[in-house]
């Protein structure tokens, strides 16, 4: 295998004048850059990126781990980073800890040993202390992503969920709602907490009395949203209106209206929360609170990497706006 030093004999250069040239941490005369290129080309040199790592300390490879690989939300979130980090020289290990905290624990101890320069993490639940734990013990640079968790040491982006819960709701309280149902995501999670608070807080403006038994618990899954519509249209005064706290819930609240006969909007509007893709290919489109998706991806790549060049700089909490987009889910045009 052909190494540095056979590369700085062929260009009759030292090896240190090589490694200048192929990482550009030195300014080097056009025609011995040249000389070294040529004699790179020439034996097919191909530096040794573990060597180089193990020299630098540093993998220039990051670990992201999102709670849910079938849910196209996080699909884009990955899509973000990627994108940030690919016009970096990064690579990325990813990791699905399925909403488990023993699973995140476990990809976070494989990305420690496998020397990830540090981690985007979208929390499985609120309290991974151990996750945590683990990575303050590691002081591995760390972004949180979407759902709050007390790290201290991390810079944190989310979205204006309570923003989203209130304008949703007073939105369907301007359509003329009274009796709008609300299917929660998982309670411990802040993005569901905060948006189920918005919700509340927008009926109690409105003077409208809030009932318990419109409030229904799901887990963020569609199958979960499916059999929340179901109890929510079950009951004696079914509600005019449902708004699922994420798009894949409310897909289900569809399938589910449509088994029960209920014509959607006429007889029960749906809205929704993310804005994924599929929200604006199914009949009828989704209503929802769209997120910066995408941008939480990137800036979460770019607030890592700028960590990784300034360790010391001040921790960052972000917290970025959300939209109302009206569909026919909740008005025909
Ligand atoms: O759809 C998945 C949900 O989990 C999103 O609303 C996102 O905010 C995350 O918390």
Same mark, same amino acid.
């Given at each position: 295998?052909?190494?540095?030093?056979? &590369? $700085?004999?062929?260009?009759?250069?030292?090896?240190?004048?090589?490694?200048?040239?192929?990482?550009?941490?030195?300014?080097?005369?056009?025609?011995?850059?040249?000389?070294?290129?040529?004699?790179?080309?020439?034996?097919?040199?191909?530096?040794?990126?573990?060597?180089?790592?193990?020299?630098?300390?540093?993998?220039?490879?990051?670990?992201l781990i999102i709670p849910d690989n079938a849910n196209?939300f996080f699909a884009?979130i990955v899509?973000? +980073?990627?994108?940030?980090?690919?016009?970096?020289?990064?690579?990325?290990?990813l990791g699905n800890s399925d909403g488990n905290s023993?699973k995140e624990?476990?990809y976070?101890?494989?990305?420690?040993?496998?020397?990830?320069?540090? &981690?985007?993490l979208v929390a499985s639940a609120a309290?991974n202390?151990?996750s945590?734990?683990?990575?303050?013990?590691?002081? +591995?640079?760390?972004?949180?992503v979407d759902r709050?968790i007390?790290?201290?040491?991390?810079?944190?982006?989310?979205?204006?969920?309570?923003?989203?819960?209130?304008?949703? #709701? =007073?939105?369907?309280?301007?359509?003329?709602?009274?009796?709008?149902?609300?299917?929660?995501g998982p =309670?411990q999670l802040?993005p569901s907490?905060?948006?189920?608070?918005?919700?509340?807080?927008?009926?109690?403006? $409105?003077?409208?009395?809030?009932?318990?038994?419109?409030?229904?618990?799901?887990d963020f899954h =569609?199958?979960?949203?499916?059999?929340?519509?179901?109890?929510?249209?079950?009951?004696?005064?079914?509600? #005019?209106?449902?708004?699922?706290?994420n798009?894949m819930?409310?897909?289900?609240?569809?399938?589910?209206?449509?088994?029960?006969?209920?014509?959607?909007?006429?007889? &029960?509007?749906?809205?929704?929360?993310?804005?994924?893709?599929?929200?604006?290919?199914?009949?009828?489109?989704?209503? #929802?609170?769209?997120?910066? #998706?995408?941008?939480?991806?990137?800036?979460?790549?770019?607030?890592?990497?700028?960590?990784?060049?300034?360790?010391?700089?001040?921790?960052?909490?972000? +917290?970025?706006?959300?939209?109302?987009?009206?569909?026919?889910?909740?008005?025909?045009?």
């Open positions: 295998m052909t190494t540095i030093r056979d &590369v $700085a004999k062929q260009a009759a250069v030292s090896p240190s004048t090589v490694s200048h040239v192929l990482n550009d941490t030195r300014f080097v005369s056009e025609t011995t850059r040249e000389r070294v290129l040529a004699a790179v080309k020439e034996l097919h040199y191909r530096p040794n990126i573990l060597a180089r790592s193990l020299r630098r300390r540093e993998t220039r490879t990051l670990g196209p884009e899509h973000g +980073v990627e994108d940030f980090i690919f016009d970096e020289s990064y690579t990325l290990l023993e624990l476990v976070l101890d494989l990305f420690i040993n496998k020397q990830v320069d540090g &981690v985007v309290k202390r151990a945590i734990d683990l990575l303050a013990a590691n002081a +591995v640079p760390t972004v949180i709050e007390e790290a201290g040491f991390s810079d944190t982006i989310l979205v204006d969920n309570l923003a989203g819960g209130y304008q949703i #709701t =007073s939105y369907l309280l301007a359509l003329g709602h009274r009796r709008i149902g609300c299917i929660t =309670s802040t907490a905060q948006r189920v608070t918005g919700y509340r807080q927008a009926l109690e403006a $409105a003077g409208v009395p809030l009932a318990p038994q419109l409030i229904i618990a799901g =569609s199958a979960s949203g499916y059999r929340a519509a179901q109890t929510l249209f079950a009951l004696p005064e079914r509600p #005019t209106a449902i708004f699922a706290c798009d819930m409310a897909l289900g609240v569809l399938g589910a209206a449509h088994d029960a006969g209920l014509a959607v909007p006429r007889e &029960v509007a749906v809205a929704g929360f993310d804005n994924i893709e599929l929200g604006k290919l199914i009949l009828p489109r989704l209503t #929802t609170i769209a997120q910066p #998706t995408y941008k939480l991806g990137s800036l979460a790549a770019e607030l890592l990497l700028l960590r990784l060049r300034e360790p010391d700089r001040p921790s960052e909490r972000r +917290v970025l706006p959300v939209h109302l987009i009206e569909r026919e889910s909740t008005r025909l045009n």
